[in-house]
């Protein structure tokens, strides 16, 4: 089965910073990756995923992630943080032969003024 | 469309009582599921429907029934609640192939407190 690892369970930067959250998963095929974000109280919105193709991934609110296989790596960025990015980013795996989705731990992202 | 919705959104319960939570999609999924969401242990999968008439337990079904009423409707039952049930629980449901590629769609979440 697969499985995710999320590095670190906190991530603080200062308003305008790089932000990398990291993401490292195990699948015993080629995977579907997704990075989800939960605001407080709320569900969880899908910010980008990877299924084929090209393995850099753009999404919404400027967030991007790379697949990277040979580091069986899926790490989110954003070159610039913004006050309304403070949240839980959730890094998940899927397998493409059903619909069984693993999650992370989750990290939570605090963005400093 | 309203997409997920689940009802109730808070709820406390005395250890022993039972409850149902109600999950019902309006955009024609085949798959639903259900987590629950405990600190620093992200989401864990109780029970899936991959299609109307089927169920299959996930990582952490111990405790929980489910009923897949219909293809719009998904319930959780909890016939005897525990404290260890205190947790956040969402529902999601997954678009039909070959679209979207497993994305799953969530619901606001259902905040059950036992004591």
């Known amino acids: 089965a697969q499985s995710v690892t999320q590095l670190g369970s906190h991530v603080s930067v200062s308003e305008g910073a790089l932000v990398l959250l990291r993401c490292n998963y195990s699948?015993?095929?080629?995977?579907?990756l997704f990075w989800y974000v939960q605001y407080p109280n709320q569900g969880l919105q899908l910010l980008l995923k990877?299924?084929?193709?090209?393995?850099l991934v753009k999404g919404i609110n400027g967030f991007e992630a790379e697949f990277k296989k040979s580091e069986t790596s899926f790490h989110l960025t954003k070159p610039s943080a913004h006050m309304s990015d403070a949240a839980e980013y959730f890094c998940?795996?899927?397998?493409?032969?059903?619909?069984?989705?693993?999650f992370g731990a989750g990290t939570r992202l605090t963005v400093k003024p | 469309n309203a997409g997920v919705t689940q009802t109730p959104k808070f709820q406390v319960l005395k250890t022993g009582q039972s409850m149902t939570l109600q999950c019902a999609q309006d955009m024609n999924h085949n798959s639903m599921y259900w987590y629950r969401q405990d600190p620093g242990m992200g989401l864990r999968l109780i029970y899936y429907s991959a299609s109307e008439g089927t169920t299959d337990k996930g990582e952490v079904p111990n405790g929980y029934n489910v009923s897949r009423l219909n293809k719009r409707e998904f319930s959780l039952r909890l016939e005897s609640a525990a404290p260890s049930q205190t947790s956040v629980y969402f529902c999601a449901s997954i678009p039909p192939p070959p679209a979207r590629y497993n994305e799953q769609f969530f619901g606001p979440g259902t905040r059950l407190t036992v004591l």
């Open positions: 990877y299924t084929t193709g090209a393995t």
């Open positions: 998940a795996v899927s397998d493409r032969r059903n619909n069984d989705m693993r």
């Open positions: 699948s015993s095929v080629p995977p579907y």
